[in-house]
């Protein structure tokens, strides 16, 4: 079977299983599966062997079953890494590059800086931080030893064992001690009782444990501010990822922070808060 016949064939497949985007699904795992270029899929159109054809049917019986996009390729691109994802650790978001990108506004960039981000999963946050700032130090910590196993293979597929340090720990319990320059993270946030209304990929695949915020999304939240102020330098900020929970606020000024503000992302929803600890 040729490379096009295959990918509507893979296309048809998905849309009776009810995907919503079927033929750019079906051209991202064809392209992300078998290494196809898109000029080479449509100029040469190749034949494929019964292997791959195997594997694009494995592909779609995983995906009928709404396992994620992500996790069947074994990758997502995030602020211009390609990282590895699967099972047991959370597919960063574009929302999150977002958090990067208020980030590194705020981090100094002329003198060698410290960073420190709990919750860090596959390490997306603390590894696209590190690579736009050479001078930094950054050090991430997570509790789960399944998303660690992820973070680890990140780290040494980019290199950055010198400048990235992986703890494993409860948010900044492994950081006692120490001080930062800069925090930052994006905790679970999703009410308890919001997580069954999620999408399939997310509610039936992406650990609970990455996701579950408590009653009110705010109880992880609640612990990084709270604890927050021990380990940030004079002037330091922190910056923390929502789901709408302006009550951040208050809570942030609870804890001593100042300079607080609430950003929107793309969609105007509130996604983010900043804050800093006083001079």
Same mark, same amino acid.
């Given at each position: 079977m040729r490379a096009l016949e295959a990918l509507r064939q893979l296309s048809r497949e998905l849309q009776a299983a009810g995907l919503q985007e079927p033929q750019r699904e079906a051209l991202a795992l064809l392209q992300g599966l078998l290494q196809i270029e898109l000029t080479a899929l449509y100029r040469e159109n190749p034949s494929l062997s019964q292997?791959?054809?195997?594997r694009l049917r494995e592909?779609?019986?995983?995906?009928?079953?709404?396992?994620?996009?992500?996790?069947?390729?074994? @990758? %997502? /691109? *995030?602020?211009?890494?390609?990282?590895?994802?699967? !099972?047991? %650790?959370?597919? !960063?978001?574009p929302e999150t590059e977002l958090l990067l990108q208020h980030a590194l506004a705020l981090a100094p960039k002329d003198r060698p800086i410290e960073v420190a981000e709990p919750c860090s999963g596959s390490a997306a946050l603390a590894?696209?931080?590190?690579?736009?700032? !050479?001078?930094?130090?950054?050090?991430?910590?997570?509790?789960?030893?399944?998303?660690?196993?992820?973070?680890?293979?990140?780290?040494?597929?980019?290199g950055l064992e010198q400048r990235v340090h992986l703890l494993?720990? /409860?948010?900044?319990?492994?950081?006692?001690?120490?001080?930062?320059?800069?925090?930052?993270?994006? !905790?679970?946030?999703?009410?308890?009782?919001?997580l069954r209304g999620l999408q399939p990929e997310v509610s039936l695949w992406e650990p609970r444990q990455a996701l579950d915020g408590g009653p009110d999304g705010l109880d992880i939240i609640?612990?990084?501010?709270?604890?927050?102020?021990? %380990?940030?330098?004079?002037?330091? @900020?922190?910056?923390?990822?929502?789901?709408?929970?302006?009550?951040?606020?208050?809570?942030?000024?609870?804890?001593?922070?100042? /300079?607080?503000?609430?950003?929107?992302d793309l969609?105007?929803? %509130?996604? *983010?808060?900043?804050?800093?600890?006083?001079?």
């Open positions: 292997e791959e054809l195997e592909a779609a019986s995983r995906r009928a079953r709404r396992e994620p996009l992500q996790y069947i390729l074994g @990758w %997502v /691109d *995030f602020a211009g890494l390609r990282l590895r994802v699967g !099972p047991g %650790v959370l597919i !960063p978001r590894l696209a931080l590190a690579k736009a700032l !050479p001078l930094a130090q950054v050090w991430a910590t997570e509790c789960s030893q399944e998303a660690l196993g992820w973070a680890r293979l990140n780290l040494r597929q980019l494993h720990g /409860d948010l900044l319990e492994p950081l006692r001690g120490m001080s930062f320059d800069l925090l930052l993270g994006n !905790p679970p946030y999703v009410p308890t009782g919001k609640r612990r990084i501010l709270r604890e927050a102020p021990s %380990v940030l330098r004079p002037g330091a @900020w922190l910056l923390l990822e929502l789901g709408g929970q302006q009550e951040a606020a208050a809570l942030a000024r609870k804890a001593g922070l100042r /300079d607080i503000q609430l950003k929107e969609a105007g929803q %509130v996604r *983010f808060l900043l804050c800093r600890k006083p001079l």
